[in-house]
């Protein structure tokens, strides 16, 4: 707040990188007088560095948020990939069969028993010919 006479005069918005000078004189009322002015005070006003380090926080931020969301929803769509829909085969232990409720349909195959039995040419011949 600058005063000029008896007015305060306010300094609302200042430019910034402008040069801003400010001279001042005291006054005493009771007595009527005043002093001489003081020798002028400059400031240079800082550059835009607040609003583009505040874009720059809000930036960076902004990019983490979203690569966490990404990461979030990537890591529960596999979740529910491996739990909806298995891409293994459960193992025999995990199958109920023996129960009336069946939790997991199994198919067992029956596999008939076979003996593997060595038999010389001639044995077959005359197998074949008894059969003839």
């Known amino acids: 707040m600058v005063r000029s006479g ?6 609302e918005t200042m430019e910034p990188g402008a040069m801003y000078c400010v001279r ?3 006054l005493v009322k009771a007595i009527g007088r005043h002093s ?21 926080f809000a930036f960076v931020g902004f990019m983490l948020i979203l690569v966490v969301v990404l990461l979030s929803v990537w890591k529960m769509g ?14 025999d232990t995990l199958k109920i069969t023996s129960s009336s409720q069946k939790l997991i349909s199994c198919r067992k195959e029956e596999v ?11 044995h077959l011949f005359g197998v074949w010919i008894s059969q003839t």
């Open 36 to 56: 001489a002015f003081s020798q002028p005070t400059c400031v240079e006003m800082q550059g835009e560095s607040l609003p583009l380090a505040l874009a720059l």
């Open 112 to 122: 008939d028993a076979c003996a593997v039995a060595v038999l010389s040419s001639e």
């Open 6 to 11: 008896d007015i305060p005069v306010h300094l």
């Open 78 to 91: 596999q979740l529910l990939r491996y739990s909806c829909c298995p891409a293994v085969v459960l193992p």
């Open 24 to 26: 001042a004189q005291a």
